[in-house]
């Protein structure tokens, strides 16, 4: 998962090579491009300490401030709603950390007897130990009911062809 966030080309120090933000469920990076190569400044997901945002009348500067010593990295000219956007997908990352111990939890779900935070494959919780019933989704639960039909037509005439005697 990765979501970038590009500056405006009508703002200062954007006209020829816009600043790109990148917030990955692991690192916040600031991407500055020049004429040669490229300045990349990084700062873990876990040590980002707040994120300020000063919105102007089109577009606003972000600060993201870094708790592990490292300068802040900034950038000018957001629009004010993709700011708005970066700090709250930087804020929701840091509570899913705060809460199940990782950032993204597209791969995750609840267990259903104890809660805790498990992969979707799981057929075992590994907190509480409880089996986890398979979900059917509706074309599993389609095919298994015309499949029961099928079978459900076919044993009465398995039963006419064959006299079972008991002895």
Known sequence: M????????????????PT???VTDRLVTRIKPSLVGRVEESISLRQVSSVTVSHGALFADVTVHSSGGTD?????????????RLKHLIEELQSNILTAGVADLSGLRPCPRCAETI???????????????????EEAASDAA???????????AARDDEDWTWS
């Open 72 to 84: 802040p990295l900034r950038s000018h000219g957001l629009t004010n709603a993709e700011a708005r």
């Open 20 to 22: 790109e933000m990148v």
């Open 2 to 17: 990765e979501h970038r966030f590009r500056t405006s080309r009508l703002t200062r120090g954007n006209v020829v090579f």
């Open 146 to 156: 015309s499949g029961a039909g099928a079978l459900a037509a076919a044993a009465p």
């Open 119 to 137: 992969k979707v494959a799981a057929r075992v919780c590994k907190h509480c130990g409880a089996d986890i019933p398979i979900e059917l989704t």
